[in-house]
C-alpha cells in the first residue's frame, strides 16, 4: 500500500512539474539578433542559420536568401568568443561576411537576475568593408520572461562612411510552455538619421517583428520575421549594406536558427 502511494505521489509530482511553464531565461539562445550573456555553466553552442531578406541592412542579413553557420565558445570563466559566417544570394550572386567578438560578462545572470556585458571585435561586411566593433549588453530575466537589450557601436574601416554607426537590438520573451516561448525583436540601425538630416547612409532604418523559440532537450529553434522600415530619409548614401538607402521601398526579414549545445 505504501509503494503504491509513493508511486502515485511521484507520478503527480512529475505532471505538476511538466505542466508548470519553464523560465525564459533557461534558454541557450533565446533571440536571434540581439546578444545575451550566458550563464555560468553555460556550454558550446553551435548554431546553423537560414534566413531571407528584402531591403534590409546588417545585421538583419544580406540581401536574398542567406545561410550561416555560428559557434558560441566559452574561453574564461566570464569570457565567451561568438563567431559567425554568412552567405548572401540574390540573382546568382554570392557574397559572405564574417564576425568575431569577445564578450566579458560583468555582472553574470543568477539570483539578482539582471546581467551585464561589454564585448568587442570585428566584421567583414558583405560589401567586404571591415567594421571594429564594441558592444554594451544588458538584461533582466524574470520567473516567465526576460528583457535585454544591445548597443553595438561600429567603426567601419572606410572613408564614405559614418565615422561611428550605432546599431541597436531589444528583444523580449516570456514563457508559453516547457518547450515554448514567444516574445517580440527589434534591431535599429543609423539611429542618428532621426537628428540628423544629412546621415551619410541614407537615414535611420528599424526591423521589428514578432520572434519565438522552442527548445527540446539540447536542441533549440529560434525565429523571427517582419518588416524592415526606412523610418527616415537622407539624400547622401555611401558603399555600406544598406539596400534602403537607394530605395524609397520598406523590405522584409525572416530568420530561423537552430542550435546545439553541449
Known amino acids: 500500500m505504501m509503494d503504491r502511494m509513493q ?55 544580406g540581401e536574398g536568401l542567406g545561410p550561416a553557420l555560428a559557434l558560441r565558445a566559452p574561453v574564461a570563466r566570464r569570457a565567451t568568443l561568438f563567431a559567425r559566417a554568412g552567405t548572401a544570394v540574390d540573382g546568382g ?20 537576475r539582471t546581467w551585464v556585458a561589454l564585448g568587442a571585435g ?28 544591445n548597443v553595438l557601436v561600429e567603426r567601419p574601416l572606410a572613408r564614405d562612411r559614418d565615422a561611428v554607426d550605432l546599431v541597436t537590438t531589444a528583444g523580449w520573451m516570456h514563457a508559453v510552455g516547457r518547450v515554448a516561448h514567444l516574445g517580440v525583436e527589434a534591431v535599429g540601425q543609423d539611429l542618428e538619421g532621426f537628428w540628423e538630416p544629412d546621415e551619410a547612409e541614407g537615414g535611420a532604418r528599424v526591423y ?3 520572434s519565438g523559440a522552442l527548445t527540446l532537450g539540447a536542441w533549440q529553434l529560434a525565429f523571427t520575421a517582419g518588416p524592415v522600415v526606412r523610418s527616415t530619409r537622407s539624400d547622401r548614401a555611401s558603399t555600406a549594406p544598406r539596400p534602403l538607402g537607394q530605395s524609397d521601398r520598406n523590405g522584409v526579414a525572416l530568420r530561423t536558427a537552430v542550435s546545439y549545445v553541449w
Open 93 to 112: 550572386r554570392a557574397r559572405t561576411s564574417a564576425e568575431g567578438e569577445l564578450l566579458f560578462t560583468v555582472r553574470a545572470p543568477g539570483p539578482q
Open 122 to 149: 570585428a566584421q567583414r561586411e558583405y560589401s567586404s568593408t571591415g567594421v571594429l566593433t564594441a558592444r554594451l549588453a544588458a538584461g533582466r530575466e524574470m520567473t516567465r520572461s526576460r528583457l535585454d537589450a
Open 7 to 61: 508511486r502515485c505521489a511521484s507520478g503527480l509530482a512529475l505532471l505538476s512539474s511538466a505542466a508548470m511553464p519553464a523560465r525564459a531565461a533557461a534558454q541557450a539562445r533565446p533571440y536571434v539578433f540581439t546578444v545575451t550573456a550566458p550563464a555560468a555553466d553555460a556550454g558550446w553552442l553551435a548554431t546553423v542559420e537560414a534566413s531571407y531578406t528584402e531591403r534590409a541592412f546588417e545585421p538583419v542579413g
Open 208 to 210: 521589428a517583428g514578432p
